[in-house]
Structures are given as C-alpha cells and as structure tokens.
C-alpha cells in the first residue's frame, strides 16, 4: 500500500520560516515526480512546486519563486519544502502528490496524495 505522509505545518508569523516534509512507504520517490500543492480556503488546489524523477529538475510557481526550495533524500525517501519568507496568503493545506510520469500543474497527473499538512502565516 502506497502512503504519502506530509509534516511540518503549523502556525508562523509573516516572514518566517517553515520546512514540510512528505514522507513515503510503498514507493520510492526516486521513481516519482513528487509535487507540492496547497489549498486555501474557497480556493482551488493549486501547484506550488515540483521535483521531476530521480530529483531532478524543479520548478515553482511563480507566487513562491525565490522564496521555497523543493528538495529530495534518497535515503530517507522523503522530500522537503523549505519555505521562506512567509507570507499570510501562503496559508492553507499543502499536499505532497506522486506523479509516474511528469511534474504538472494538473491535478489529475499524480497517481497518490498525501492527507496534507495546515500551514497558516499570521500577519
């Protein structure tokens, strides 16, 4: 059974910093692309950032560009979001999802989900 276990939500002030965590069993990342998304309230779920297979390429939205780094650990089979420079309209759920193929903005691309984590950045 695949699982996807993101960490390291909580409550940060406007430009502090946060690092998620989403771990997995089941698979081995290295064979993913992994993507971060979020979800704010009343909003749709939108791609943050993602790691292409092997922890290759990465790429971000532009909203977090300079801001979060996507990262990978092989031998913990886990990948990171370092996010920095926090901003109150950062809040909302973050998701970790596992993709066979390719990184993408589309949802419907990833083949596992985590439950997600609530970051929420007061100002």
């Known amino acids: 059974e695949v699982q996807l276990v993101e960490s390291g939500g909580g409550l940060v002030q406007a430009g502090g910093s946060l690092r998620l965590s989403c771990a997995a069993s089941?698979?081995?990342?290295?064979?993913?692309?992994i993507g971060w998304f979020r979800q704010a309230p009343g909003k749709e779920r939108e791609e943050v950032s993602c790691i292409s297979r092997g922890y290759g390429d990465a790429y971000y939205a532009e909203f977090v560009k300079g801001r979060f780094t996507i990262s990978g650990d092989n031998d913990k089979n886990t990948v990171y979001l370092q996010m920095n420079s926090l901003k109150p309209e950062d809040t909302g759920v973050y998701y970790c999802?596992?993709?066979?193929?390719?990184?993408?903005?589309?949802?419907?691309?990833?083949?596992?989900w985590g439950q997600g984590t609530q970051l929420t950045v007061s100002s």
């Open positions: 999802a596992a993709a066979r193929d390719f990184c993408s903005s589309l949802s419907s691309v990833y083949d596992y």
């Open positions: 089941g698979l081995t990342f290295d064979d993913y692309a």
